[in-house]
Each structure stands twice: as C-alpha cells, then as structure tokens.
C-alpha cells in the first residue's frame, strides 16, 4: 500500500429485464477489470428503472435481484468494490432536487433520449417531470460519491456531456464542492442479436448471461447468418455475419482467422463456424452458472452483500451532503 488515495469510479444499470451478452461485452468485463485500479461503486439504478417502469416496479425488485446475483457470479467483487441498490441511498434524492433547481429547463429538453424514448417506446407516457429529469439523477449519481471516472457506452456520451456541465455549474455557483467526472467510453465491438439486429431486451433477440446451455444452442444456430450463405457452396462474408460479431468477442484472433477464411472460401459450413462460438460460449459461461446456482439457493447472501454495500455508499454520500449543505448555507 502506497496511501496514494485511488480515483472513484462509478457507473450504474437499470435493473429493466436480464442481462445479456451486450451487457457483458459492453460494460461488466471492463468493470471488473476496473476494481483492481479503482475504487468502484456499481450500482442498480431502480430510480432510473422506475422513470420507465413506474407502472410495473414490482419488476424492478425482481430484476434487483437478478442483477446481483449476474454480478457476483460474473466477478463483481464485494470486496474490492461497492455493489448497491440507489434507492437505498436516499441522499441521492436530495441531491437530485437540489440540482433540479438550478438546471436550465432547455438543457433537459435537448437531451435526444429524451424525445427518442417517447418516441421507441409509446405504449408507455414517458412525457413526464420525472423522466425529463433523468440525467440530472444520473448527475447526482456520479457526483455524490465525487466519482472521477465514469465507464459507460457510447449512447450515454450526451447524458456525461451534461452531468460535467451541471457540475461545473454547481462549482461555479458555489465554490468546488465536486470534481468533474471523466467520461471512459468503453470500446464495444456491435453485437448482434439472434435476428441481426443490436443485442437488446427489448427487440426480444437477446442471449441471456443465465441461459443454460441448451438454449444458447439452439439461439445460435437458429441465427441468422451472412444471407450470402444460402447454400453450403456458397462463400459468406464474416463482416456482414451477425453471428460473426460474436466470434469478435468471444473466440481467439487465430480460430477466428481460420473461421473467416472458411468463410469466405465456403470451405466450413454455417454450422461448423457456430459450433465454435457455442462451445466458447459455453466454457466461458460455466463458472458463472455454478457460482449463480449457489446464489439463487442463498438469496439471502445475496441481499446481505447489496446491504453492506448500501451501507458503505450511503456513509460516503452523507459526507458529501454536508459538504453540499454547507456550501450552499441551507
Ligand atoms: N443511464 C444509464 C443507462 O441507461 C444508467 C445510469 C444511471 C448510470 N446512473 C448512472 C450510468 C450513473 C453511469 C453513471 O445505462
Ligand atoms: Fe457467418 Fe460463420 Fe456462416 Fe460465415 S460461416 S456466414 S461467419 S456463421
């Protein structure tokens, strides 16, 4: 131990519908790496779930806990990091109405997911306070453990735009209460789901992380392939292949090299080349089901470590708060 003071990061999901291989790829592989240089606080963000879902939260309590017991099982560590539930931290609430307060209405209003969203999911009235307000609950998020490093995909670049500019608002008004939190944008190759389209709950085309084995073979060989393939004969092009995504972020440079010219060459079979990624699939997925069957047989532990993650996020928040009342005076 050096005493050298690690920076903090933060980031959170929406504990909306099971995790699938986009959340591994895009964001808990790179978490996990992040806990040995960081101190992390990952959280399950049921506020935000709730400003989509508020006519259905009993989901949310469900999927809290399915959201744990994924993280655990795939390498979350309590012990290097803090995993919690934000709405147990209700200083998150205070400061989220006190940001409200002094965020230009228009900054909200130009926010692309903000219409987006009413737009991709109208049987649900999203035209609400609550959900305009959305990134400024993710500001308060970030900021309220003074995090200075924010991992996220590339569609969250405009919500971090925003939380640097509120909190450098917040410092200019008065005085330097928080640090301004860097964007990490985590390189994700596009990973396609079983119709060829982005991997994602709901276009209903998602692999799940718990699937058992059976069933992520019988998606993958049911996925669609590079449509040039109709017949055995004929050669394919992996880059059009959304089977082939998979194999980009799951198998070996060098196998995946010898499948792409099979490919091409029509030299191997669309079933042969999916055979791989299956198996790949299935051993890099098998400690993780162990670990999770252990889990689910204890739920108790489960919520006992979300509790004593809560605790330490909730000691960290209250300092920050004082810290935010007394800059402000009230
Ligand atoms: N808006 C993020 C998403 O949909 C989730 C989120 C909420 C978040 N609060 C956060 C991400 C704070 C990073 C930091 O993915
Ligand atoms: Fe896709 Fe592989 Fe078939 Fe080529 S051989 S089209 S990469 S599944």
């Given at each position: 131990m050096n005493g050298k003071k690690k920076k903090v990061v933060l980031s959170g999901m929406r504990p909306t519908g099971p995790l699938h291989l986009g959340h591994l790829t895009g964001a808990l592989r790179n978490w996990i790496k992040l806990q040995d240089e960081y101190d992390c606080f990952y959280s399950i963000v049921t506020w935000h779930a709730f400003s989509s879902e508020y006519q259905n939260p009993e989901a949310i309590r469900e999927y809290t806990f399915e959201y744990a017991a994924d993280w655990l099982s795939i390498g979350l560590d309590p012990d290097k990091s803090v995993l919690f539930i934000?709405?147990?931290?209700k200083e998150h609430a205070e400061l989220h109405l006190l940001l409200s307060m002094i965020i230009p209405l228009p900054w909200l209003q130009r926010v692309p997911t903000f219409k987006e969203m009413q737009r991709e999911v109208p049987d649900k009235d999203l035209n609400t306070y609550g959900f305009l307000g959305y990134p400024v609950l993710q500001t308060a998020d970030i900021i309220?453990?003074?995090?200075?490093v924010v991992p996220v995909g590339e569609d969250q670049a405009f919500h971090l735009e925003l939380a640097r500019e509120i909190t450098r608002r917040f410092n200019r008004l008065y005085g330097n209460v928080f640090p301004e939190p860097q964007i990490l944008l985590t390189e994700v190759p596009k990973l396609a789901g079983t119709d060829g389209r982005k991997m994602s709950n709901s276009f209903g085309n998602a692999i799940y992380i718990k699937d058992p084995p059976e069933v992520i073979r019988k998606k993958i060989s049911t996925m669609t392939t590079d449509t040039r393939r109709k017949r055995r004969t004929d050669p394919g092009v992996p880059e059009d292949c959304p089977v082939f995504s998979l194999h980009k972020a799951f198998v070996s440079k060098e196998k995946r090299k010898e499948l792409a010219q099979g490919c091409l060459s029509a030299g191997i079979g669309c079933l042969e080349c999916k055979d791989v990624v299956i198996e790949r699939l299935i051993d890099i997925l098998s400690p993780f089901w162990e670990k999770r069957k252990l889990l689910e047989k204890n739920p108790q532990l489960v919520w006992k470590i979300l509790e004593e993650g809560n605790k330490k996020a909730r000691d960290v928040a209250q300092k920050t708060m004082k810290d935010v009342r007394s800059a402000i005076g009230l």
């Open positions: 934000q709405s147990e931290v309220i453990y003074k995090a200075d």
